[in-house]
T-cell receptor
Framework: NAGVTQTPKFQVLKTGQSMTLQCAQD?????MSWYRQDPGMGLRLIHY???????DQGEVPNGYNVSRSTTEDFPLRLLSAAPSQTSVYFC????????????FGPGTRLTVT | GDSVTQMEGPVTLSEEAFLTINCTYT??????LFWYVQYPGEGLQLLLK?????DKGSNKGFEATYRKETTSFHLEKGSVQVSDSAVYFC?????????????FGSGTRLQVQP
């Protein structure tokens, strides 16, 4: 099993550009989520999903969209990048519909100039 | 609501020193408790867990005991190694199954010097 994979590993965007961060898992996990990690702020939940076709907002959803068309994939879209979105983004998944033991991807380091 | 408080870092120790990282939590029930570890440049990994009061989780020489009376889950290791240098997060799951996500502490950075 590859576990949770994320692409790209690094990305630089200009303000106003859009892009999609990819996340996939091969463990048949129902629960998936996106976090951002900023210095001194720990991990903050952006969006999560408890199954295909079901998504919901976390603590900091503004400026981000998600969709869950399959169990395996949970892409995160930045609609119009802003410097405040410079961060490290982690995708995570867990068995069942509860965020119990979460498996994390390796992260995407995004810089918005 | 649920919350997790961890000791501020960074913690700098010499190799073979004893480690304690404090974690206390606030929750209305008796949730499971987790410690996650993040090595440089990587995502978080589950280090150990405890599912009920007085449970002791252990892994890779690390231990943590779920203390209901003090609402604590302190992480300990008897003899740290340079390879233990990482950021450690205490976490608890939400009470409302299927909602939101784990509540993480702010993380404690451990630096072990040779």
């Amino acid at each position: 099993n590859a576990g949770v994979t994320q692409t790209p590993k690094f990305q630089v965007l200009k303000t106003g550009q859009s892009m999609t961060l990819q996340c996939a898992q091969d463990m048949n996990h129902e629960y998936m989520s996106w976090y951002r990690q900023d210095p001194g702020m720990g991990l903050r939940l952006i969006h999560y999903s408890v199954g295909a076709g079901i998504t919901d907002q976390g603590e900091v959803p503004n400026g981000y969209n998600v969709s869950r068309s399959t169990t395996e994939d949970f892409p995160l879209r930045l609609l119009s990048a802003a410097p405040s979105q410079t961060s490290v983004y982690f995708c995570a998944s867990s068995f069942g519909q509860a965020p119990y033991e979460q498996y994390f991807g390796p992260g995407t380091r995004l810089t918005v100039t | 609501g649920d919350s997790v408080t961890q000791m501020e870092g960074p913690v700098t120790l010499s190799e073979e020193a004893f480690l304690t990282i404090n974690c206390t939590y606030t929750a209305t029930g008796y949730p499971s408790l987790f410690w996650y570890v993040q090595y440089p440049g990587e995502g978080l990994q589950l280090l150990l867990k405890a599912t009920k009061a007085d449970d002791k989780g252990s892994n890779k020489g690390f231990e943590a005991t779920y203390r209901k009376e003090t609402t604590s889950f302190h992480l300990e290791k008897g003899s740290v190694q340079v390879s233990d240098s990482a950021v450690y997060f205490c976490a608890l799951p939400p009470e409302d199954t299927g909602r939101r996500a784990l509540t993480f502490g702010s993380g404690t950075r451990l630096q072990v010097q040779p």
